[in-house]
């Protein structure tokens, strides 16, 4: 299965919200994703209910081997941004493999739906 890009997530948006314009789910991803990274880069948590945590995490410096060379070298401390799926998500992504084990019926049933199942078209 391929990667989803960015022109997939517009069109995954799209198809998921009736009426919702290329201009629109562009727009809203871009707003998204900015905020996002902005928060991050303010340290900041990003917490999304039935999705997942983004958080930034420290690496201390430490010291390893060059790969060719063999010699030792310094890896200086780093900052990265760290995701933390939450349990719903974690649910839905191994969702076939609680089928298989439960002979074909769910042990959860999954809060995931579609988003215009939650939210008038006025609201959006």
């Not at 919200?17 to 990274?37: H, I, K, N, R």
């Not at 401390?77 to 439960?102: E, G, M």
Request: charged share 25%; with cysteine.
């Amino acid at each position: 299965m391929a990667d989803l890009n960015r022109q997939d997530l517009i069109k995954g948006m799209m198809a998921e919200v009736d009426g919702l314009t290329y201009s629109m789910a562009a727009a809203s991803l871009e707003a998204f994703l900015t905020c996002v990274s902005r928060a991050l880069g303010d340290r900041q948590s990003v917490v999304i209910k039935n999705f997942g945590k983004f958080t930034v995490r420290d690496r201390k410096a430490r010291r390893g081997m060059h790969p060719h060379s063999h010699k030792p070298i310094e890896i200086p401390a780093v900052s990265i941004p760290h995701f933390a799926p939450s349990p719903t998500l974690k649910q839905l992504v191994n969702q076939d493999r609680q089928q298989s084990k439960s002979g074909g019926k769910l042990l959860k049933p999954s809060s995931h739906s579609n988003i215009s199942d939650r939210y008038p078209q006025d609201q959006l």
